[in-house]
């Protein structure tokens, strides 16, 4: 009833407001037309008008109606510089904390009740940081103030607390409003506009935001830094841990603008994708699939036969092909580059020392101004009881060891239904594995539409996967030689007897052992980074896989160009790394590429779209090839060419792709594609098909009617 009452009066106050228009009189015309008098009423008595306007202020700003700011350039015009900043640097306080106590009286508890479990975490921060956050909202006033004061009543922050933040977070900016205002009143012919001191004004109240923001940015590095000594010189300009995709592109980007750059790497050059994930899996990949043609050759007309290979041969070409790529990322390369490239375990000391121990023997120390961790992820291997009895195989290990077979595991159990396990799954079915692929969840490669899922299982089933969906893998046993896998159901166990186990059930990045710790850097599953890929260090920043979202190789790439950029001239500009266009494939048979959303995402995340559909088998190129399984699949903006997504089920879909890639990134929609000459015959056509596709779906019915009705005439 209290309540009730209240919010009866505070409407009331805000119809007066607006109904005897003192609204009108808050606006720089009204100020301005009206400063003679009030100057006259100020001259007579001085205690009397500072008075009230101090308590027309406070009322305005409880009552959160507009022209707080016009007020205070009035305070300035009236009272001058000293009196002005007083009066509104308390009156404007005492308003907002009124403010503040309404709102938490009339609807703190109901907030805190509805959503307490989850705002537990925002109010721990408030408890903790609650001034700090404040007073930064206050300096660098982005969100308007009667927003701040409603919202923070909301909050557990102390009704004291708000005050004093309040008042001292607003001094600097009321001190430029203020000073403006002083000027406002000498306003007072067009020459007046130009007076020095106005546009000096004017200036200041433009550059105020920014000069705020920085001062906010060197109290918070002054807290993050506290206790460290920063070195006087640096001998580096740039340290980066790591030599994968991330390391080597900031490394690089480093040496390009002749910053003095070190690159350390523990282990290889060119990290996972070179070495464990990408190039061998490729090549792998590339042999299991012809194995699969020479057996499907009746499809081209030719006989159709059983490979016979020498496993060891296979492998033997992996690792030919890792070899033949490594000089891309050698040592020898970078060093050419400019790059300092150490081979040692590399530690965070302080924010910007780092300790080496060196492969060679012995440990290096050095500083750096910035510092990026590119340091990547590893295999998860799950905690499955009997795991370690029976022996495991991860995409770190696979190669180096199954390169000792003289024939692929007679019977290969890979966990794991992600893309690196089904990659890998269709590969050794394919070389002669007799392969089972467990999945925990309904279908393998969850993160696709259903229908890319089911016809990627089809097709591995035919490849002689036996994939067991919604299967949990429960325990390891081994009695004797003899190792198995046991695997749950709805409740149902069942056994799998198995030669080689494969844990491919995702990657986790790489987060002890180098420091962070010590320095307190946040992590989750990842390094905790903001926008620009600072952790809480704001000189230390990380890329790739072991800052993610994304565990891709041109994405760890695509982080290191703003990791290496903002650590080299952020003082100057920063950049936030820009994930709006993010591409992948999964290189199964059939290909499956995809960038932006899928009708799976679009559907979960209510985006309304609409969808157009191309299938291989009306391609000339892909029936020349016998290669018709598949579709190109495109979601627009309904009624509008602009693509939100696409998905591409087929052979060379991931090479496809780029030519939406593009698009995507540089707004061009569907006419565009559509207008552009692709050559006959390629798989490329399948773009402009898919675009055609929806320009079918948008032709404009009434005006082709007006054309028929224009050419029976024309015929007479
Ligand atoms: C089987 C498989 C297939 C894959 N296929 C693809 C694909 O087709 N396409 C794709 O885009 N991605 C693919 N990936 C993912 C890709 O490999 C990763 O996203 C990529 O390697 C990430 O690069 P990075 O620089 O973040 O990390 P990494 O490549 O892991 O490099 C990190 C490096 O840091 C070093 N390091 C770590 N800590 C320290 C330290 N303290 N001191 C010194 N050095 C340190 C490590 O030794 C490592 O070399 C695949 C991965 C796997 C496993």
Redesign the pocket.
């Known amino acids: 009833m209290k309540k009730i009452g209240l919010l009866v009066i505070i409407a009331a106050l805000a119809v007066v407001f607006f109904y005897f228009d003192l609204h009108k009189l808050l606006t720089l015309d009204g100020l301005k037309s009206g400063l003679d008098t009030f100057e006259a009423w100020r001259a007579e008595s001085p205690l009397l008008i500072g008075g009230a306007f101090l308590i027309l202020y406070v009322i305005v700003t409880a009552l959160s109606l507009p022209g707080a700011a016009i007020m205070t350039l009035a305070a300035g015009a009236l009272f001058g510089l000293g009196w002005g900043l007083l009066i509104v640097s308390f009156a404007s306080s005492i308003g907002a904390t009124l403010a503040f106590l309404v709102s938490r009286y009339l609807l703190q508890d109901t907030v805190q009740k509805r959503f307490g479990d989850r705002l537990k975490a925002f109010n721990e921060g408030i408890e903790k940081e609650g001034a700090f956050y404040l007073f930064t909202l206050r300096l660098v006033p982005i969100f308007p103030f009667f927003l701040i004061n409603l919202l923070m009543g909301l909050t557990t922050i102390r009704a004291f607390t708000f005050y004093w933040a309040s008042q001292l977070g607003m001094l600097a900016g009321t001190f430029v409003y203020v000073n403006a205002g002083t000027q406002l009143g000498q306003l007072d012919s067009l020459s007046g506009i130009l007076s020095p001191p106005l546009l000096l004004s004017f200036v200041l109240l433009g550059v105020f935001p920014l000069i705020a923001k920085k001062l906010i940015n060197l109290i918070k590095a002054r807290r993050v830094y506290a206790g460290y000594t920063k070195p006087k010189t640096f001998d580096r300009n740039l340290i980066v841990?790591?030599?994968?995709?991330?390391?080597?592109v900031s490394a690089y980007i480093a040496a390009a603008v002749k910053a003095k750059v070190t690159l350390?790497?523990?282990?290889?050059?060119?990290?996972?994708?070179?070495?464990?994930?990408?190039v061998?899996?490729?090549a792998i990949i590339k042999s299991a699939k012809i194995a699969q043609q020479m057996r499907n050759a009746e499809n081209y007309g030719l006989e159709s036969s059983e490979p016979t290979f020498s496993f060891k041969k296979v492998m033997a070409r992996v690792h030919d092909v890792v070899s033949k790529v490594e000089p891309h990322d050698s040592v020898e390369r970078y060093t050419s580059l400019g790059v300092d490239v150490v081979q040692?375990?590399?530690?965070l000391i302080d924010p910007w020392t780092v300790e080496?121990q060196l492969n060679e023997g012995g440990t290096k120390r050095m500083t750096a101004r910035s510092i990026v961790l590119?340091?990547?992820?590893?295999?998860f291997v799950p905690p499955l009881p009997g795991l370690d009895d029976v022996g495991y195989y991860t995409?770190?290990t696979l190669w180096e060891e199954f390169a000792k077979f003289d024939e692929p595991p007679k019977r290969l159990v890979v966990l794991g239904g992600g893309?690196?396990g089904s990659?890998?799954a269709q590969s050794f079915a394919r070389l002669g594995s007799n392969v089972t692929q467990v999945e925990r969840g309904e279908r393998i490669m969850i993160r696709e539409d259903q229908e890319v899922s089911e016809l990627v299982q089809k097709s591995m089933r035919a490849d002689g996967v036996n994939i067991l969906t919604s299967h949990n893998a429960v325990r390891c046993e081994k009695e004797g030689d003899v190792k198995r896998l046991i695997v749950e159901k709805a409740g149902v166990e069942s056994v799998i007897e198995f030669d080689a186990l494969l844990c491919?059930v995702g990657?986790q990045a790489?987060l002890e052992?180098?420091g962070l710790e010590n320095l307190g850097i946040e992590t989750d599953r990842n390094i905790v980074t903001n926008d620009y890929l600072e952790t809480l260090y704001p000189n230390i920043y990380a890329?790739?896989?072991?800052?993610g979202p994304?565990?891709?190789?041109?994405?760890?790439a695509h982080q290191?160009w703003y990791t290496a950029v903002n650590a080299l001239f952020g003082t100057f500009k920063k950049f936030r790394a820009d994930y709006r266009v993010i591409p992948?494939?999964?290189?199964v048979d059939p290909e499956v590429a995809r960038v932006g959303l899928s009708e799976q995402e679009a559907k979960e995340q209510g985006i309304a779209y609409e969808m157009v559909r191309y299938e291989f088998d009306e391609l000339d190129r892909a029936i020349a090839e016998s290669a018709t399984k598949g579709f190109v699949k495109v979601l627009t903006v309904p009624g509008k060419d602009k693509i939100l997504g696409v998905t591409i089920v087929g052979e060379h879909s991931g090479d496809l792709l780029a030519e939406f890639v593009l698009a995507m990134k540089h707004g061009l929609g569907l006419n565009k594609i559509l207008g552009t000459i692709h050559t006959y015959p390629t798989w490329a056509e399948s773009n402009k098909y898919a675009a055609g596709e929806w320009k079918r779906a948008h032709t404009p019915e009434r005006i082709l009617s007006w054309l028929e009705k224009y050419h029976t005439w024309r015929r007479g």
């Open positions: 841990i790591g030599g994968g995709a991330g390391g080597l350390i790497e523990a282990h290889k050059m060119g990290g996972d994708c070179l070495n464990y994930g990408c061998p899996s490729k040692g375990y590399a530690k080496i590119a340091t990547g992820a590893r295999p995409s770190d893309p690196i990659e890998l491919a990657r790489r052992g180098y890329a790739g896989d072991v800052a994304y565990q891709f190789t041109h994405v760890a290191a992948w494939a999964t290189f």
